[in-house]
T-cell receptor, first 116, second 116 residues
Framework: DSGVTQTPKHLITATGQRVTLRCSPR?????VYWYQQSLDQGLQFLIQ???????AKGNILERFSAQQFPDLHSELNLSSLELGDSALYFC???????????????FGEGSRLTVL | GNSVTQMEGPVTLSEEAFLTINCTYT??????LFWYVQYPGEGLQLLLK?????DKGSNKGFEATYRKETTSFHLEKGSVQVSDSAVYFC???????????????FGEGTQLTVNP
């Protein structure tokens, strides 16, 4: 158990809809990362937040947005969904307060989104 | 930019066979290198890592040596088991911050199936 919790585990929705994926990082971790895993593109980095602020941005579409709240949990919002957005979305965390970081990321089990 | 290239899969072996999964990288600076494993239905877990040239990471019988001259980090195991069946990802980071951490760049993943 990595200590990272993601909800929901599975989500089925229709094109054009909007969904929100939620992530609770490992206790004490300040950084949250979102990755998209699809069959044809592997693991793609979307975005990183550190202590509530956006730290790095990857291949995140304009239809997608994220935020990190004061309690450090994060949400990834996906809107105007298309068939191609069907994928496994992973959240990871790192940067435990008060400890030296080693570069390792701790991953949740993912949220599987199916767009019909 | 940074990139990781893994050998194409899938790889199918018999139990007790020798395993090699090739990984090469392109990066500026001095990256840390990682192997992550994803078991069916689970998130990614760190398998091993190396932070500088000639370091050898090892865990659960798996080994990988950081070769700067060949920009490689090949994963090996002398005798695989059925329970090693999973997807293996090579990854690197170069923008590491000791406070906020940093994202990992992943290879495409290699599916390993070990038959009894």
């Amino acid at each position: 158990d990595s200590g990272v919790t993601q909800t929901p585990k599975h989500l089925i929705t229709a094109t054009g809809q909007r969904v929100t994926l939620r992530c609770s990082p490992r206790s004490g971790d300040l950084s949250v990362y979102w990755y998209q895993q699809s069959l044809d593109q592997g693991l793609q980095f979307l975005i990183q937040y550190y202590n509530g602020e956006e730290r790095a941005k990857g291949n995140i579409l304009e239809r997608f947005s994220a935020q990190q709240f004061p309690d450090l949990h994060s949400e990834l919002n996906l809107s105007s969904l298309e068939l191609g957005d069907s994928a496994l979305y992973f959240c990871a965390s790192s940067a435990r307060r008060g400890t030296a970081n080693t570069g390792e990321l701790f991953f949740g089990e993912g949220s599987r989104l199916t767009v019909l | 930019g940074n990139s990781v290239t893994q050998m194409e899969g899938p790889v199918t072996l018999s139990e007790e066979a020798f395993l090699t999964i090739n990984c090469t990288y392109t990066a500026t600076g001095y990256p840390s290198l990682f192997w992550y494993v994803q078991y069916p239905g689970e998130g990614l877990q760190l398998l091993l890592k190396a932070t500088k040239a000639d370091d050898k990471g090892s865990n659960k019988g798996f080994e990988a040596t950081y070769r700067k001259e060949t920009t490689s980090f090949h994963l090996e195991k002398g005798s695989v088991q059925v329970s090693d069946s999973a997807v293996y990802f090579c990854a690197l980071n170069t923008e590491f911050s000791k406070t906020s951490g940093s994202r990992l760049t992943f290879g495409e993943g290699t599916q390993l199936t070990v038959n009894p």
